[in-house]
């Protein structure tokens, strides 16, 4: 039977915004029905969906059948579905439906969603969908059924995860419980360190005050820098905007941090860099833990290296102990997107067989 829930949440969300079409239906003052395929964003509240320029029938996207549905008659549903496999124990799909609303450029929210639908469908970097409404639609119920939840299309095996694990830019509105936050931070604590030691530690950023606090601390640093290296001002910008939407829109931050105190101290530097380097290994390995235990129980993390260039700025905007030293900035949530994958290089060009 179909799970049907208030409003779009769990895996019902994350299969949404994990997909790139869907279909819109719509009907007319009459009730005469309307479906067509849609680009779409969710932003965690709302589902987004550009009027774009693609070949029509019609020039003013405002006289568009779906945009006359809309406004003579605001309730609509939406239907995204995996139903393109002959497996049948994978056939799922989510209906929601809701009240929509056109929105005009100078509209609240039309800014940002038009940014997420270029981020996630990058043909529209060249379409001026800014200059366009945008329909938004307010969910006010759900029925999800099938293989929706987060690992549908994960297979439970330790060569999938490691294959599966991303990069993730862009993450949903969604919370993340405190629970998965504390078991990611689990998996870190059994990764190998020298002596045992484990020379790490984690600052964990949820409030917003506090994020906002970091993203200005690192931000002023890296303007600066990108400033010294000579770029251009709005490259420079441009790279910090994207930067600090990264940082505000994961719903936790993780930092890790190397700890030293607790290594052995040798009368001698060369010992005692190597000491180090074990130490930044490990911290590698817990890290490593952490993104292949989130991406199984379904959440998505990134790695940023912001942090290991400026240490200080990180300590004083999160009040950290001085011996806490600020090496990476691991976005964690509910992916908006699937970004795209690096190629690998082959094992040709990286093992020497003896």
């Not at 997420?116 to 029925?143: E, F, G, H, N």
Request: hydrophobic content about 50%; overall charge neutral; aromatic content about 8%.
């Amino acid at each position: 039977m179909p799970d049907e829930q208030g409003i779009l949440v769990g895996d019902a969300a994350s299969f949404v915004a994990a997909r790139t079409v869907g279909v819109l239906a719509t009907a007319d003052a009459a009730g005469t029905p309307y479906a067509v395929p849609i680009c779409y964003d969710w932003d965690g509240h709302e589902l987004w969906i550009a009027l774009d320029a693609k070949p029509k029938a019609v020039t003013d996207v405002r006289h568009l059948r779906r945009v006359r549905n809309i406004l003579a008659r605001p309730m609509v549903s939406v239907v995204v579905q995996d139903y393109l496999t002959a497996a049948w124990e994978e056939l799922a799909y989510v209906i929601l439906w809701g009240t929509a609303r056109i929105v005009a450029p100078a509209d609240d929210g039309h800014t940002a969603a038009i940014a997420r639908l270029r981020a996630k469908y990058p043909q529209y970097q060249a379409m001026p969908i800014d200059q366009l409404p945008a329909i938004a639609i307010q969910p006010t119920r759900v029925s999800a059924w099938g293989a929706v939840g987060p690992r549908a299309d994960r297979p439970a095996t330790l060569e999938a995860d490691i294959r599966g694990r991303r990069s993730v830019r862009r993450f949903m509105a969604q919370p993340v419980a405190r629970a998965q936050i504390m078991r990611v931070l689990e998996a870190a604590g059994w990764a190998p360190s020298p002596h045992g030691r484990q020379p790490w530690r984690f600052a964990v950023v949820t409030q917003p005050a506090r994020r906002e606090r970091l993203a200005a601390a690192m931000g002023a640093e890296w303007q600066a820098t990108l400033a010294q290296d000579g770029e251009p001002p709005e490259v420079v910008a441009a790279r910090m905007a994207a930067s600090r939407e990264r940082i505000r829109s994961a719903p936790a931050l993780i930092v890790p941090c190397l700890y030293l105190a607790d290594l052995d101290v040798y009368p001698d530097a060369a010992r005692q860099e190597a000491e180090t380097t074990m130490a930044v290994q490990s911290l590698g390995a817990a890290i490593q833990n952490m993104l292949l235990l989130a991406y199984h129980e379904g959440l998505d993390m990134g790695w940023m290296c912001a942090p290991l260039f400026a240490p200080a700025a990180v300590r004083a905007a999160l009040d950290l102990p001085a011996n806490w030293l600020p090496q990476a900035l691991l976005p964690l949530g509910y992916a908006a997107t699937d970004p795209k994958r690096r190629p690998r290089l082959p094992l040709e060009a990286l093992v020497n067989w003896d």
